[in-house]
């Protein structure tokens, strides 16, 4: 069956089966139920593929991740998927990890017939130029670069100084940074301005601790801390991740020690915590819709138009208040 068949079916042009199946096609709801259910009844399914070909375009965006820091990628993943289908378009997903580097994974995006592509993981300003050179809008995804490429991104360094202002001011003296790997730049946006506020305040020196984003990094982390604080515990514990922080309060209550009131643990840059009715954690969360929407944003309008300049978004954290901190 074909889009012709339905028209004929319906008693309508072939541009109107067309627009019915297009999101956002200038066609009645009424008159596009009808060509929907001609289409149901004939077993017509239209080939996105196929129609990209005759517009020039393969309604096609890749979305590059770093598998190792998954931060916050499950929600990112459905979100993407979400608004780009709205709009007719469909994800490509490629991730680092292994033995892909970010050169060979870009390499395959260029292979495709991409019309964008949005990426997580770290990327080179000669590989943005490669992208650029084809062609294919690139958007950084909670990261930046210096080459004049798209970016959606929370201030990380911001959201970090307010929390440790938070806790300052709570009387908090002995602090820990755990964030993660060196590569997260996520985690070293936070670090820095964790630091520069403790810095401001008096304190140097705080112990920082990197590694993996994992559950299981809470018993190494902490055991870390505690010898260079030569067996004494932090007042507070600032976590870069959210697995990491529910980690570490169990660990912590594990060895008897009690959350908030000897340890107050925060996250910072979490999303969606999982935590049970013991955990209630006190955290930062990155408003990944609202980043979500200003990407696709980004990256319609520049396949659109390629010739619109380089554009950067800053987003705020917002602080939930829970019960794994004292705070005033």
Same mark, same amino acid.
């Not at 990380?156 to 202002?165: H, K, L, N, P, Q």
């Given at each position: 069956?074909?889009?012709?068949?339905?028209?004929?079916?319906?008693?309508?042009? #072939?541009?109107?089966?067309?627009? @019915?199946?297009?999101?956002?096609?200038?066609?009645?709801? &009424?008159?596009?139920d009808?060509?929907? =259910?001609? @289409?149901?009844?004939?077993?017509y399914?239209? %080939?996105?593929l196929?129609?990209?070909?005759?517009?020039g375009?393969? %309604?096609?965006v890749?979305?590059?991740?770093?598998?190792?820091? %998954?931060?916050?990628?499950?929600?990112?993943?459905?979100?993407?998927?979400?608004?780009?289908?709205? #709009?007719?378009y469909?994800?490509?997903l490629?991730?680092?990890?292994?033995d892909r +580097?970010?050169a060979?994974v870009?390499?395959?995006?260029?292979?495709?017939?991409?019309? @964008?592509?949005?990426?997580?993981?770290?990327?080179?300003?000669d590989?943005?130029?490669?992208?650029?050179?084809?062609?294919?809008?690139?958007?950084?995804? %909670?990261?930046?670069?210096?080459?004049q490429? +798209?970016?959606? /991104?929370c201030n990380?360094?911001?959201?970090?100084?307010?929390?440790?202002?938070r $806790?300052?001011? &709570?009387?908090? #003296?002995?602090?820990?940074?755990?964030s993660?790997?060196? +590569? +997260?730049?996520i985690?070293?946006?936070?670090?820095?301005?964790?630091?520069?506020?403790? &810095?401001?305040?008096?304190?140097?020196?705080p112990?920082?601790? !990197?590694?993996p984003?994992?559950?299981?990094?809470?018993?190494p @982390?902490?055991?870390?801390? !505690?010898?260079?604080?030569?067996?004494?515990?932090?007042?507070?514990?600032? /976590?870069?991740n959210d697995?990491?922080?529910?980690? /570490?309060?169990?660990?912590? !209550?594990?060895?008897?020690?009690?959350?908030?009131?000897?340890?107050?643990?925060?996250?910072?840059?979490?999303?969606?915590?999982?935590?049970?009715?013991?955990?209630?954690?006190?955290?930062?969360?990155?408003?990944?819709? !609202?980043?979500?929407? =200003? =990407?696709?944003?980004?990256?319609? &309008?520049r396949?659109?138009?390629?010739?619109?300049?380089?554009?950067?978004?800053f987003?705020?954290?917002?602080?939930?208040?829970?019960?794994?901190?004292? $705070?005033?």
């Open positions: 069956m074909t889009a012709q068949d339905v028209a004929n079916f319906v008693g309508v042009s #072939q541009a109107t089966v067309s627009r @019915a199946f297009t999101p956002g096609g200038k066609v009645s709801p &009424a008159l596009r009808r060509v929907m =259910a001609a @289409a149901r009844e004939l077993g399914q239209p %080939n996105i196929a129609r990209g070909l005759t517009s375009r393969s %309604n096609l890749a979305l590059l991740i770093e598998a190792r820091t %998954n931060l916050l990628y499950p929600e990112l993943l459905y979100e993407v998927s979400e608004r780009l289908a709205e #709009q007719g469909h994800v490509l490629f991730t680092i990890g292994g +580097s970010i060979d870009a390499d395959r995006i260029l292979s495709h017939r991409v019309d @964008a592509a949005l990426t997580t993981a770290a990327i080179t300003a590989l943005a130029e490669r992208f650029d050179e084809r062609g294919i809008p690139l958007v950084l995804f %909670n990261r930046v670069l210096e080459a490429t +798209s970016s959606v /991104c990380y360094r911001e959201g970090a100084r307010s929390m440790v202002g $806790l300052l001011a &709570a009387g908090h #003296q002995r602090f820990a940074v755990i993660g790997p060196a +590569s +997260s730049y985690g070293e946006e936070a670090v820095a301005g964790a630091v520069a506020r403790l &810095a401001a305040a008096g304190i140097n020196d112990v920082v601790v !990197r590694l984003y994992l559950y299981s990094s809470a018993e @982390a902490l055991a870390q801390i !505690r010898a260079t604080l030569g067996g004494k515990w932090p007042d507070a514990l600032l /976590c870069i697995t990491v922080a529910l980690g /570490c309060i169990d660990r912590l !209550r594990a060895e008897g020690v009690d959350v908030p009131e000897q340890v107050s643990v925060v996250g910072f840059g979490v999303v969606n915590p999982t935590q049970g009715p013991n955990h209630k954690l006190t955290f930062t969360r990155q408003p990944v819709e !609202r980043m979500v929407a =200003a =990407a696709i944003d980004l990256l319609l &309008a396949i659109e138009d390629p010739t619109l300049p380089a554009e950067q978004r987003f705020f954290g917002e602080f939930h208040s829970g019960a794994t901190a004292r $705070l005033v």
